[in-house]
């Protein structure tokens, strides 16, 4: 058993970066521990991650804001306040806010994420 309590004290938060589009802080709420790790998202608008997979899937629990989560080949969903979404292993998928709103969500991922390509404007459009 381990406790783990809430966000690491000292530990700024983190700018991310060649894997998102806009502008995405993260604030790491679980370092990797035995394949799992966890983190709160904050996004501003339009900003998004690029496609991605996880070995073992990835939860996503929406705490603010509005946004969207897409599964390639699919069309793209509206998230908000209060949502929780569960993405199957090797499902591969983007995430982000609003167009017009901001989105934050704790990110629970499981095993390595695969990072891909960029979601392009286009595709991004199609989910508004």
């Known amino acids: 058993m381990k406790v783990i309590h809430g966000r690491a004290q000292g530990?700024?938060?983190?700018?991310?970066?060649?894997?998102?589009?806009?502008?995405?802080?993260?604030?790491?709420?679980?370092?990797?521990?035995?394949?799992v790790g966890i983190n709160h998202v904050f996004f501003s608008p339009g900003a998004r991650t690029h496609w991605h997979t996880h070995a073992q899937g990835q939860i996503l629990q929406v705490t603010g804001g509005s946004g969207w989560i897409c599964v390639h080949g699919q069309q793209a969903e509206p998230i908000r306040t209060g949502d929780f979404v569960w993405i199957g292993p090797h499902e591969k998928h983007w995430?982000?806010?609003?167009?017009?709103?901001?989105?934050s969500h704790v990110a629970i991922s499981l095993g390595d994420a695969d990072w891909l390509e960029e979601v392009s404007e286009q595709d991004y459009r199609q989910a508004r």
Do not use: N
């Open 95 to 103: 995430h982000g806010a609003s167009a017009d709103s901001y989105m």
């Open 11 to 35: 530990k700024p938060s983190e700018q991310r970066g060649p894997t998102f589009t806009g502008v995405v802080w993260a604030d790491p709420v679980m370092a990797p521990t035995d394949g």
